[in-house]
């Protein structure tokens, strides 16, 4: 009998579509119901809903894709039936591409001294009043239901780089469960914003042991899901390390579906893990970088509030184009020292452009088939 | 012999052009070597040289006609000669409208505890490091000329609204002996950024007191300037004072130049003045009171951090079109009490918005002939 080779699935709200392959790196198409962006893409993080100096109109203006937002902190405030009843992320913070929300998984890790895991979730101490949040996998997906974005993540257990091996293999098996039960309860809703309207991405756990990678991925592809993400990185190990993960754990994942590297990172991580098979990147550094005075280059961050960049009429890089691109340094240099709000606005909206920019080069290198000169050439500049 | 009419000098850089006259109220044109611009306008403040959480290309988006800029904090912080080495206000703050700079007159009077007068200038002790900052007539303008604004300021002295008479009689006087020094300043340069390039405005001071208010008025009208400005007002004293004043002061200035009322104001100060035949304003407030969580409305200022907003899917007013007019004050609430900037932005962008459509209103309804309706309809609903 032949082999029938299925496509996918028919409910599956988000599909990604490979363009070109040059060596483990893809350029494709991310299609989720509110549009379709090239891949590799990086999606900006908008914590609370918004992003921090740069409003909807302008990310839209820079091209950007898709936009990222914290299950933890909007079930905090304002809360994720108020989020639902002003529309939905979307209409909520007035940007109709595509949405993301991560499952409150990552604040199991970085909220550590608030937070107590036990096996049905954890008890969250609030970072804002001391008021308790409860979050389990059930609870997260229908708080990310609410929230209404394109991509949901399922709930998990994210253990610090420096966790010794048996609680990275707890956390393994916790997240192993966990998925689970996100995923019934994901599927268990059928009607508008259920499984046909969100995609649920699992999470592959292990830390740095690629026994627990390659356990951690093979129970999240026992789950036939929209797209799968590496999570535990970024999380304080050194990029070599990362990369001998994502080495191991990437060629593990279905080549159909799409990548998600969470929480990464700079523009080198960016480049090394589009080497590697990853998709889709999330990351806080380009508008916290900004509003700290640094734009990111190709020869790595500048920072402009040096005196040396005071009388400079030279532009950041003289290649992206954005209303920073557009200014001379000083003018950048001077708003900084002054402490005006603008001067984090604008390089916000340069590392934007910027990243934007990156994985436009990226995709352009794969299809081109040269990945491997443009990474070659990348790392040689960039200095951090 | 019959009397000539002359036009306009040649020389003159901004010339103001009548359009229509309803009453005292007057709609026009005012053209300046870096474009044409409607009015009666509203010029939005950008004290250091940049908007506080807006940048130069979303004002050219909401149709911001004339940007302004402070001489004393721009010759503190980066210092005129380095505005002027990166190519002037236009090209350093990326804004190529017309600019105006005021001439360090108003410090004078809002920095009293750190300045001494004499006859010759003010000596300013830094707000920043306590560093002398020397001001006379004639290092104002070269501040201005070095900044390279549109429209310049003469150096002035602006007495509180509850300063005795003798005081106010003597600042008129001193203002008065400044004012012709400023105009030899300006005269003086005759090359690029001359008196052919920027043009000098008067201020007429005089308190509340109308015998002083006419010396002033009758004292700039010896020089034969571009425009002439009413000071010493917003300074603390009631509406109603002020609007005594410009009753007095408006019909003893030219008819064919550009009057600005200096630091004002409300949108109801604004309406009122532009029944007294004011063509020019600015003020902080449009984006100082929506970094603050107030949006300006027809019906007066609406206060977003309220919790009576943090459900509504209400935008703002319905009627001001920008990027925040279309999203739900739910969302803008959620944005303010999370004390993001975004929000505080937004609430920028929607007053400036709102402040630019006030003066387009005004507009018609003087080419309308209906100024006086427009002006009680507002009036009868807009409460503070």
């Not at 804002?128 to 409860?134: N, V």
């Not at 005075?293 to 009429?313: F, Q, V, W």
Request: net charge neutral.
């Amino acid at each position: 009998m032949a082999v029938v080779v299925t496509g996918p699935a028919d409910d599956r709200p988000v599909r990604w579509r490979c363009e070109a392959v040059d060596g483990e790196a893809r350029a494709g198409w991310l299609a989720t119901p509110h549009g379709t962006v090239p891949t590799p893409c990086f999606m900006a993080v908008a914590t609370c809903g918004g992003l921090k100096g740069v409003t909807a109109e302008q990310a839209k203006g820079l091209g950007q894709g898709v936009m990222l937002a914290n299950t933890y902190h909007l079930a905090l405030r304002p809360g994720a039936e108020r989020v639902h009843r002003l529309g939905g992320l979307h209409r909520f913070a007035g940007f109709s591409g595509p949405w993301l929300t991560d499952s409150g998984g990552y604040q199991v890790f970085s909220l550590a001294a608030q937070r107590k895991i036990d096996e049905d979730g954890v008890s969250f101490r609030s970072h804002l009043d001391g008021s308790a949040l409860r979050l389990t996998p059930e609870e997260s997906i229908r708080i990310q239901r609410h929230l209404g974005a394109d991509i949901i993540m399922a709930f998990d257990e994210c253990p610090p780089s420096d966790a010794p091996e048996p609680v990275v293999e707890a956390a393994v098996g916790r997240t192993a469960r966990w998925l689970a039960r996100s995923v019934a309860a994901w599927r268990s809703e059928d009607g508008p914003g259920g499984h046909r309207h969100q995609a649920l991405y699992a999470i592959v756990q292990g830390g740095t042991v690629p026994r627990l990678r390659a356990a951690s991925a093979a129970d999240a592809l026992t789950h036939d899901l929209p797209g799968y993400a590496v999570g535990g990185l970024a999380v304080g190990e050194p990029l070599e390390a990362r990369n001998v993960v994502l080495d191991q754990v990437v060629p593990l994942l279905p080549a159909d579906r799409p990548r998600y590297l969470m929480g990464v990172g700079t523009p080198l991580d960016l480049v090394e893990a589009v080497a590697r098979g990853i998709d889709q990147f999330d990351c806080v550094l380009p508008t916290r970088m900004g509003r700290h005075g640094i734009a990111y280059t190709d020869d790595g961050p500048l920072r402009l509030k040096r005196a040396e960049h005071a009388e400079s009429t030279a532009p950041i890089d003289g290649a992206t184009a954005s209303e920073a691109g557009a200014l001379p340094r000083g003018y950048l240099h001077h708003l900084l020292k002054a402490g005006e709000i603008l001067g984090g606005q604008l390089l916000s909206i340069h590392n934007l452009a910027y990243y934007r920019r990156l994985m436009a080069r990226c995709r352009a290198a794969i299809r081109a088939g040269r990945y491997a000169a443009f990474l070659a050439e990348f790392r040689s500049r960039y200095r951090e």
